[in-house]
């Protein structure tokens, strides 16, 4: 009987050690396909984020930047993506706009800053574009080439600063940087970072409303001032503050407040020229 037990026991032990070495299999085999999903994002962003700066220069000024990042990180902190590291960088230019890459690369334009009124918009507007970060939007409207080697391309950054790249790849950032300047988000993409962005803002303690007053005025200005360039490749306002509305019912939050942050904000804006 004894023997029958320990021989039972073996075997036991045996299928279980098995076991728990295809579970530990499938563990690392997931982890190093998020490990290569997240290290194509960083690639890809790297790369559109240069042909954004090829187009806009980076606004000269450390400490605007410490406090956009300051802002930024703030909001990412909530934003459910811990694998990625986001970075913040002010454009030099007088239009309202603001672009994201993938793998968490933010740009906002000067003029985006000095239209606003106070910390929460610009929380607000930050948090619209990690939003578009964070749902992959990019990656998911146009994906890197499936013949691009990984190994490669990272080899290319490092030891190129991403000049050497395949024409695949090349031909992807351009299809991306044609998205980001002309033709814009899928609408219910950025329907979804407005609602991601609200969702964002509640947790950190900012006032959500501050995304809707942000794009209400920025639709006054568009009115008042034609020369004025403003982001173009939106849905219509009305359409996106009906959205936002529709999910705040849905999710019972339209009654929580939060913070706008208003007289540190306007000391920053001093700080703009």
Do not use: W
């Not at 230019?93 to 610009?122: D, R, V, W």
């Not at 050497?164 to 609408?187: P, Q, R």
């Not at 359409?239 to 936002?244: E, P, T, V």
Request: charged share 20%; net charge neutral; glycine share 4%.
């Amino acid at each position: 009987m004894r023997t029958k037990q320990k021989y039972l026991a073996a075997i036991f032990f045996v299928a279980f050690a098995i076991l728990s070495c295809a579970v530990g299999d499938n563990v690392r085999k997931r982890e190093t396909e998020q490990h290569q999903r997240v290290t194509q994002e960083l690639l890809y962003g790297r790369l559109l984020s240069k042909e954004i700066l090829s187009r806009y220069k980076v606004y000269n000024n450390p400490e605007a930047s410490v406090y956009v990042n300051k802002v930024g990180r703030g909001v990412a902190l909530f934003a459910g993506r811990s694998e990625l590291t986001y970075y913040f960088a002010i454009l030099d230019s007088e239009t309202i706009n603001a672009f994201a890459a993938p793998g968490g690369y933010i740009f906002i334009t000067k003029g985006s800053i000095m239209a606003m009124e106070n910390e929460a918009e610009l929380a607000a507007m930050l948090a619209h574009e990690i939003g578009h970060v964070n749902n992959r939007h990019i990656m998911r409207q146009i994906p890197l080439p499936k013949e691009n080697n990984i190994a490669d391309t990272i080899a290319s950054i490092l030891v190129a600063q991403g000049t050497v790249v395949s024409a695949a790849m090349n031909e992807t950032v351009k299809k991306a940087s044609t998205l980001l300047f002309e033709d814009g988000y899928l609408i219910e993409d950025e329907y979804e970072a407005d609602q991601s962005a609200i969702s964002y803002l509640i947790e950190t303690g900012y006032d959500y409303r501050a995304l809707i007053q942000f794009m209400s005025r920025i639709e006054s200005i568009k009115k008042t001032d034609t020369k004025l360039q403003v982001y173009h490749t939106h849905p219509p306002t009305l359409d996106r503050i009906n959205m936002i509305n529709s999910f705040l019912k849905e999710q019972n939050s339209a009654s929580i407040t939060g913070k706008l942050v208003t007289e540190r904000f306007q000391n920053f804006k001093t700080s703009i020229h």
